[in-house]
């Protein structure tokens, strides 16, 4: 299992901000600084502000600037943001079991919600002030 690239970028995108707090950040300037195509900082810097995850500034000097303190954003709210809910299996979806023929529920149900759980709490509690540097 990978962590989508798409949450990786936006991760990145939030890094960019937050290392350069009190000013505003052009998407080119992002592109130049994280090396992430232009398309993917649009695309990803739309979903982020939709979720208040940051700001956009309009006008000639526009661009982006972050929108709450950087400890309040972990990563798992940046998961969320681009790909939804953490579901590592289909069957997971609405805490269904695995329904199989030979078995009332699928014998790897729980090793997967615990480690589902395990992922979650470890992106929920990582937030993007410990990935600045």
Same mark, same amino acid.
């Given at each position: 299992m990978q962590l989508p690239t798409a949450v990786d970028y936006a991760v990145r995108i939030l890094q960019h901000l937050y290392k350069h707090q009190g000013d505003v950040q052009t998407a080119k300037d992002i592109v130049i600084s994280?090396?992430?195509a232009y398309t993917c900082?649009?695309?990803?810097?739309?979903?982020l502000k939709e979720e208040?995850? $940051?700001?956009? !500034?309009q006008g000639r000097n526009g661009g982006y600037t972050p929108s709450k303190?950087?400890?309040?954003?972990?990563i798992y709210d940046v998961f969320k943001c681009i790909e939804g809910d953490l579901q590592i299996r289909d069957c997971?979806?609405?805490?269904?079991h695995c329904t199989r023929s030979?078995?009332?529920t699928c014998s790897m149900y729980a090793f997967f919600?615990? $480690?589902?759980? !395990?992922?979650?709490t470890e992106m929920?509690?990582?937030t993007i002030a410990d990935l600045v540097s």
């Amino acid at each position: 299992m990978q962590l989508p690239t798409a949450v990786d970028y936006a991760v990145r995108i939030l890094q960019h901000l937050y290392k350069h707090q009190g000013d505003v950040q052009t998407a080119k300037d992002i592109v130049i600084s994280t090396g992430i195509a232009y398309t993917c900082v649009m695309k990803f810097a739309v979903r982020l502000k939709e979720e208040g995850l $940051l700001n956009a !500034v309009q006008g000639r000097n526009g661009g982006y600037t972050p929108s709450k303190p950087s400890h309040e954003i972990s990563i798992y709210d940046v998961f969320k943001c681009i790909e939804g809910d953490l579901q590592i299996r289909d069957c997971m979806q609405n805490g269904q079991h695995c329904t199989r023929s030979d078995s009332d529920t699928c014998s790897m149900y729980a090793f997967f919600c615990e $480690l589902q759980d !395990v992922m979650i709490t470890e992106m929920s509690e990582t937030t993007i002030a410990d990935l600045v540097s």
